[in-house]
Nanobody
Framework: QAQLVESGGGLVQDGGSLRLSCVASGRAFIGHTLGWFRQADGKEREFVSA????????NYADSVKGRFTISRDSAKNTVFLQMNSLSPQDTGVYYC?????????????????WGQGTQVTVSS
């Protein structure tokens, strides 16, 4: 059974950095895309970034371009999200997700597997 486990969330000050990790297990994700989404209180879950497992093609939401970097370590079945220049608007629960799509899609409905999420709080 596929499992995605996030870690690395926490409390950070405005302008700070965090690095999230997502370990994928239970099935082969070769040919899949791994993505990060986030959900703030009272808001819908939104796309943050995605990366294809095979060739590392990336996609970013406009709100995080230039600040966040997604990467993967295929040997460790792990996807990372390096988040720099964080602001209070980045606060939320960050979820790792996987889709069989071969492109780094932002379409939430295409992601079949989801982790439990990790809380990121940015204080002003």
């Amino acid at each position: 059974q596929a499992q995605l486990v996030e870690s690395g969330g926490g409390l950070v000050q405005d302008g700070g950095s965090l690095r999230l990790s997502c370990v994928a297990s239970g099935r082969a994700f070769i040919g899949h895309t791994l993505g990060w989404f986030r959900q703030a209180d009272g808001k819908e879950r939104e796309f943050v970034s995605a990366i294809t497992w095979n060739n590392g093609n990336m996609n970013y939401a406009d709100s995080v371009k230039g600040r966040f970097t997604i990467s993967r370590d295929s040997a460790k079945n792990t996807v990372f999200l390096q988040m720099n220049s964080l602001s209070p608007q980045d606060t939320g629960v960050y979820y790792c997700a996987a889709t069989a799509a071969s492109i780094p899609t932002s379409r939430r409905e295409l992601y079949r597997f989801w982790g439990q999420g990790t809380q990121v709080t940015v204080s002003s």
